[in-house]
């Protein structure tokens, strides 16, 4: 109340002042010069410096928070789309939130080696609200494709892009086109090829090329593999150092080291700068002709051009350098390596350079010398160490656990889990079939139990064969209890897990713990194998406890569980209509885990085979 009779007063005293003041004026003339009256002003500044100082600050906070009409560019509606313009693929920017939480999911269950749980995850999420975005679909498609499962990569990128409305990017045709050659059928490539050419809003990629010249030559149409370079080159693309190489070894397969000559004269004349992996072709070709001398000297043509090779460019050199005991120069290119290698500037190795010479000792059996060039570094002021990734730390445990050595594999473990690197699944998996070889079940038990707790995926036929092993040795209540933890992440154990432990636990007369276990499975949606339900309606019925099974798989199933261990529900959504008729049957394509149906749709857009 107080301020607001302070503010009172305040409105209140300019109706008198006036009067006074000119009262004060005709009395005084001295009394009006204007230096008597800044006083009265409460907004003025005492000096011009801080007045300007103001509109500074001014100036910065309109720069900062402008004002909202300044956002409004067009007070309007935006332009209606234009139903006939070509639909563009997802940028990166759509990789953000709930879709990116997707795609790492996808991501770390390919990493897990699960590629059905992978593929399962990314269909079903396509009826969900939060769509899978291209590079989640070209992520599984091309795990599919180095996983050798040509047809179910084909089925998935007829799912994805065909039946489920989904943009694709110039990534999936390649991945498309490489499985297709892969699997002999080349001139399905070329269709799709002429596909993009005639209907992608996008032109093919150098790799695109390399794909199908790759196709060609192994088809034995080297002819026709001249031509599409000569097309790739004729549509403005440049000279790809790959896709001249692909037919350079294709000539030089064929004894034609003329026209292999020819090819690589005229991709030195197009490029300044050209990829090393040309000259490894010649030398390796060379080397198993016996002529050693020939084959140095391209080696050696190479360095005198003084390129800055990357690290794919020199690991292929490494190996045929090693390949043909040419160990020496090897080396001296691995020394030369590190000490051109000064991040953020220029990065020329990378984990696979340490992998090929530390395996290299390895076959050779210095062990010691392993560990030092696993650590070791350039000798140039410039030079920075290498942070060796997962990868790199990956192989070397390997090799310790070939050879025996589980204490200095041991010592890496540590040494990776102390860094801000993660040991990811292929690391623990590699020391638990290590420790089960020599039969250290207290060290597996130890290091699969910490597999679950990080959240690493066991893949069912990993899984399986260590609860076996396990359980042989007396540790099934473990087990069981590994099992649970397992069962309260998505997605769920496979039913063979369940199994294995069920019966284990049953053998050792933990009825009880197995009873938990079966009710889990009933609990999370996960079918109860007859085999199994039949083995546990046995066992009870022995122990005089049969009735305890019928309710178990009748009553649980009406239980209400936990929100969280609920397995992930995905209601079928009708994808948006974006161009043309779509016409697909969601409920038949994505029943349980089997894969789409490859079955082409009538959207008109992406590739579809002829019927």
Known sequence: MSLYRLLVRSLRRPTAAPQSL?????????????HHLTTSRSFAYSTAEEAAAERRRRKRRLRIEPP??????DSGPPPPRDPNAPRLP???SALVGPR???HNRVQSLIRAGDLDAASAVARHSVFSNTRPTVFTCNSIIAAMYRGKRYNDAIALFHFFFNQSNIVPNIVSYNNLINTHCDEGRVDVGLEIYRHIIATAPFSPSPVTYRHLTKGLINAVRIGDAVDLLREMLNKGHGADSLVFNNLIKGFLDLENLG???ELFDELKERCLVYDGVVNATFMDWFFNKGQEKEAMDSYRSLLDRQFRMIPATCNVLLEVLLKHDKKKEAWALFEQMLDNHTPPNFQAVNSETFN????ECFKLGKFAEAFDTFKKVGTNVKSKPFSMDVAGYNNIIARYCENGMLSEADALFTELSSKSLTPDVTTHRTLIDAYLNVERIDDALMIFNRMVDVGLRVVATFGNRVFTELIKNGKAVECAKILKKMGEKDPKPDASCYDIVIRGLSTEGELDSSLDLLAEMVRYGIGVPPALKQFAYETFEKAGRGGQVERTLTETRFTPTPRMAQPRQFPPIRPPQMSGPQESSP???MAG????SSAPSQMAGPYQPPS
Not at 356 to 359: E, G, H, T
């Open 22 to 34: 000119t009262s004060l004026t005709l009395q005084n003339p001295i009394s009006s010069h204007p």
């Open 68 to 73: 909202l009409q300044a956002l409004r560019r």
């Open 90 to 92: 997802d940028s990166t």
């Open 100 to 102: 990116l939480n997707l």
């Open 259 to 261: 026209k292999a000559n």
């Open 356 to 359: 090929i010479m530390v395996n």
């Open 587 to 589: 409920g038949t394509n």
């Open 593 to 596: 885990h089997g894969h789409p």
